[in-house]
C-alpha cells in the first residue's frame, strides 16, 4: 500500500443540524480508510453559515460520531498542528489566499464580494477512484441558469467564504490527500479543481460515495424514518450493528460476508471496491444485522444495554441481581431484533406487573382449570426445580393423565409470562425460581 501513505482524510460537517445517516455514512467510510492505510482522520466543522450553525449541533454531531466509535485524531478540543478545525477561525487563511488570487488577476472585486473568473478551455479530469475518470471542460464547471459561463464567488459580500473555496483552502493546508464525500459534491468538485489549480496547489485524490436511497429509490430523507443517528439508540440498535450496517451501504468485505465487527471492517477495507450505485436503506436488513450482533453480544453487555429500555417500560430491573439478569437474557437467546423488543419480550423476568397486565384465562374451561389445578399441586413439590426435572415430571403425570404436555405446559406459559412465545417454559420456571412461579399461579388461582 504504498500509494497510500500518510493517508490524511476529513469528515467536514455543517453544524446546523444532528449527525444524519448521510453524514455518518461518509464519517465512517473516511474513519474506515484512515484506519486501514494507519492514517489521520481529522474532524473539521464548517460553521462559515453563522446563521444556522451551532455549538450544540457540533456537540450532538461529536457525541453522534462517538456512538458509532469514529474516534477522530484531530479536530476541535482534540487539536492537532493543523488546527484551529473550525472554518470560523480560520478567516485570515481565507482572506489571504483570496488576496493572492486577486493579485495574480485570477480573481476580482465586485459589491465587496471576491469572484474567481471561470476560466475557458481547460480540459479537467476528475479521477475519481470510485466513479472513475469524469472529463469536463473548464466552462461547464460553473453554469448559470442559461447555460452560459459562471463566475465563482469565493468570498461573499459579507467577508465570509464559501465552501467550494473554504474547502479547497482548508484541505490543502491540512495536508488533506483524500477527499471522500457525498455523490451529492460531485458537481463541486470541477470548481474546487479551478480553484486548486488556480493557486498552483496539488490536488487530493477524490473519492464520492454512491447516495443513500430509501426502498421506494427516493433520496433518504425524513419520510424514510429516523433521519439522526442517535434515534437508532433510542429505538434499540446497537452502535456496532449501525455501524456494520452503514459500512454495507456501497460496501461489502466479500465471500458473502455480512456481519462484522469494526476491526474485521478495518482489516479489509477498500475504497475501490465501493459500488457506485446508489445504496438502498432497507430497515429489514438492519433489523437483521441488528439481531445477528445481539446474538452474539456477552451477557454482561447485554443486560447493560437492555436495562434502559426495561426501566422505559417502568420496570425496575435493579431490583434484581446481575446474574438473573444475565441468565434471563442468556435464555432469551436470539429473541428480539432490537434491545427494545427483547426488552418487551423479557418484561416477565423483571417484573410479575406486565404478565398480569395480559394474563386472559377466557379460554380454559372449569374441566381444564380443575385438571390443571391437581397437575400444579403436584408440580409445586417436584424435588428439584431444575427444568429438566420438572419437563420429566410433567411428562409422566401427562401420560398417567391422558393429557398431553401441551396441555399444561401452555397455561403455565401463560401464567408465568402472559405470553404465547417464549423460551422453554421449564427453563423460564426454573430461573424464576419456584416461589415466585407459586406466587404467580396462585395468583391466578391455580395452586392454593
Ligand atoms: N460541509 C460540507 C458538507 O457538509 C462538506 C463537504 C465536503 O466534504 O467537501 O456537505
Excluded at 292 to 313: C, G, Q
Excluded at 349 to 369: L, M, N
Aim: aromatic share 12%; hydrophobic share 40%.
Amino acid at each position: 500500500m504504498s500509494e497510500n501513505r500518510n493517508v490524511r482524510v476529513r469528515f467536514a460537517p455543517s453544524p446546523t443540524g444532528a449527525l444524519h445517516i448521510g453524514g455518518a455514512h461518509t464519517a465512517l467510510f473516511n474513519w474506515l480508510w484512515a484506519r486501514r492505510c494507519d492514517g489521520t482522520f481529522i474532524l473539521r466543522i464548517e460553521d462559515t453559515d453563522a446563521e444556522r450553525s451551532t455549538a450544540e449541533y457540533e456537540g450532538t454531531i461529536k457525541e453522534g460520531l462517538k456512538w458509532l466509535g469514529l474516534d477522530w485524531d484531530e479536530g476541535p478540543d482534540t487539536g492537532g498542528s493543523f488546527g484551529p478545525y473550525r472554518q470560523s477561525e480560520r478567516m485570515d487563511l481565507y482572506r489571504k489566499y483570496a488576496e493572492q488570487l486577486l493579485d495574480a488577476g485570477f480573481a476580482y472585486r465586485e459589491d465587496g464580494a471576491v469572484i474567481f473568473k471561470t476560466p475557458a478551455g481547460v480540459g479537467l479530469v476528475l479521477e475519481d477512484a470510485i466513479y472513475g475518470d469524469i472529463r469536463i471542460q473548464s466552462e461547464k464547471a460553473s453554469v448559470s441558469q442559461d447555460g452560459s459561463v459562471k463566475d465563482i464567488v469565493i468570498m461573499k459580500r459579507d467577508g465570509m467564504p464559501t465552501y467550494n473555496y473554504a474547502v479547497v483552502v482548508d484541505d490543502h493546508a491540512m495536508e488533506v490527500n483524500w477527499v471522500i464525500r457525498g455523490e451529492d459534491h460531485i458537481s463541486n468538485t470541477p470548481k474546487q479543481m479551478l480553484l486548486y489549480r488556480a493557486l498552483g496547489w496539488e490536488m487530493p485524490r477524490f473519492a464520492h460515495l454512491p447516495m443513500i436511497l430509501g426502498k421506494d429509490k427516493k433520496k433518504l430523507s425524513k419520510r424514510h424514518g429516523a433521519t439522526s443517528v442517535f434515534e437508532y439508540n433510542d429505538m434499540g440498535y446497537l452502535p456496532d450493528s449501525v455501524f456494520n450496517f452503514l459500512a454495507l451501504l456501497g460496501w461489502s468485505p466479500g465471500g458473502g460476508v455480512e456481519i462484522f465487527g469494526r476491526d474485521e471492517a478495518v482489516k479489509s477495507f477498500e475504497l475501490s471496491k465501493v459500488i457506485k450505485k446508489p445504496a438502498v436503506f432497507d430497515m429489514d436488513k438492519l433489523n437483521f444485522v441488528n439481531q445477528e450482533h445481539l446474538k452474539t453480544m456477552d451477557p454482561a453487555a447485554k443486560k447493560k444495554i437492555v436495562e434502559p429500555f426495561w426501566a422505559e417500560l417502568g420496570l425496575e430491573p435493579q431490583k434484581h441481581s446481575d446474574r438473573y439478569l444475565m441468565d434471563a437474557l442468556t435464555l432469551m437467546g436470539a429473541r428480539g431484533r432490537t434491545t427494545k423488543e427483547l426488552a418487551e419480550f423479557s418484561d416477565y423476568f423483571v417484573d410479575f406487573g406486565p404478565v398480569k397486565e395480559r394474563y386472559d384465562a377466557s379460554d380454559i374451561t372449569p374441566e381444564h382449570r380443575a385438571a390443571l389445578k391437581k397437575f400444579f399441586a403436584e408440580f409445586m413439590s417436584v424435588p428439584n426445580w431444575e427444568s429438566s426435572a420438572m419437563e420429566a415430571f410433567a411428562r409422566n403425570w401427562c401420560e398417567a393423565n391422558g393429557a398431553s404436555l401441551k396441555e399444561v405446559a401452555l397455561p403455565l406459559r401463560w401464567a408465568l409470562t402472559g405470553r404465547k412465545v417464549s423460551p422453554g417454559v421449564f427453563e423460564v420456571a426454573r430461573l424464576l425460581g419456584r416461589d415466585d412461579c407459586r406466587m404467580r399461579l396462585r395468583y391466578f388461582g391455580f395452586v392454593d
